[in-house]
Nanobody
Framework: QVQLVESGGGLVQPGGSLRLSCVAS???????????MGWYRQAPEKERELVAT???????SYADSVKGRFTISRDNAQNTVYLQMNSLKPEDTAVYYC??????????WGKGTLVTVSS
């Protein structure tokens, strides 16, 4: 089993920045199996959507809506994934969830952290 704990959410003005962190914990065997780690978000009355992912090999992918503004990074040694969010817009307001997908095809989710972009 793997546990994911997010941090870094909060209230920020439009144009501002936030950095989210997600730490994975569990057995060494389980942590070594995490091929992909990333971030999803869910806005009020909307479905959860992919924001960004990064493989253990370093390949990153982004939703079109955040390209050029958000950057995902991953520290495999610390079992941590980050999401640097710049030039935030009100439409980025959502609960952001950390996700990890293992080589055994198991999906893990954090409990989420709220990001509110408002003046």
């Amino acid at each position: 089993q793997v546990q994911l704990v997010e941090s870094g959410g909060g209230l920020v003005q439009p144009g501002g920045s936030l950095r989210l962190s997600c730490v994975a914990s569990g057995s060494r065997f389980s942590l070594n199996s995490l091929n992909v780690m990333g971030w999803y978000r869910q806005a009020p009355e909307k479905e959860r959507e992919l924001v960004a992912t990064k493989t253990s090999g370093g390949s990153a992918s982004y939703a079109d809506s955040v390209k050029g503004r958000f950057t995902i990074s991953r520290d495999n040694a610390q079992n941590t994934v980050y999401l640097q969010m710049n030039s935030l817009k009100p439409e980025d307001t959502a609960v952001y969830y950390c996700n990890a997908y293992s080589q055994w095809r198991v999906n893990y989710w954090g409990k989420g952290t709220l990001v509110t972009v408002s003046s």
